[in-house]
């Protein structure tokens, strides 16, 4: 990557423990979480442009993408999985859903009549794998969102 990601790790201690205190301005340090049996991680978007070459690599790639037309592009590494492209706008909801065969990357994205209901403005689209939300991203359409 390039540039600033907002990256959010989830860690399970126990039942009832909580830490609600631990934030940091860096996803290379002090110390990454990696994904795994008790650590939900998740990349939620790009929040900065860079400012230069990449300089480090981060501890998950950002695989699955929504462009700036609310097209989902999901690698092959999720081949039999469900995906759903949800995308919502004021209290406007569209999606679809795909089971994802092997091989190449998958792209899912809303038809041109599912774009129009959502209407004109800043929607939120949220791509779910097998119902858990992987990744959301803010989407402007406009009148030429097709």
């Not at 400012?51 to 981060?58: K, Q």
């Not at 919502?88 to 998958?106: E, I, K, M």
């Not at 689209?125 to 097998?130: A, G, K, M, N, Q």
């Amino acid at each position: 990557f390039a540039g600033q990601y907002l990256r959010v790790a989830d860690q399970t201690y126990g039942p009832g423990t909580a830490f609600a205190d631990q934030a940091f301005g860096s996803p290379y340090g002090p110390s990454v979480w990696p994904p795994g049996p008790t650590t939900a991680v998740a990349i939620v978007g790009r929040i900065g442009r860079s400012n230069g070459p990449s300089t480090a690599s981060c501890a998950v790639p950002l695989s699955i993408t929504v462009s700036a037309r609310g097209v989902a592009t999901i690698p092959s590494e999720f081949a039999s999985t469900t995906a759903t492209l949800r995308a919502t706008l004021g209290t406007a909801h569209q999606r679809v859903t795909r089971t994802l065969g092997a091989g190449a990357s998958s792209t899912l994205r809303l038809s041109p009549i599912q774009l129009r209901r959502l209407g004109h403005g800043t929607a939120t689209f949220e791509v779910l794998i097998d119902g858990i939300p992987e990744l959301f991203r803010l989407v402007h359409l406009g009148s030429n969102t097709r």
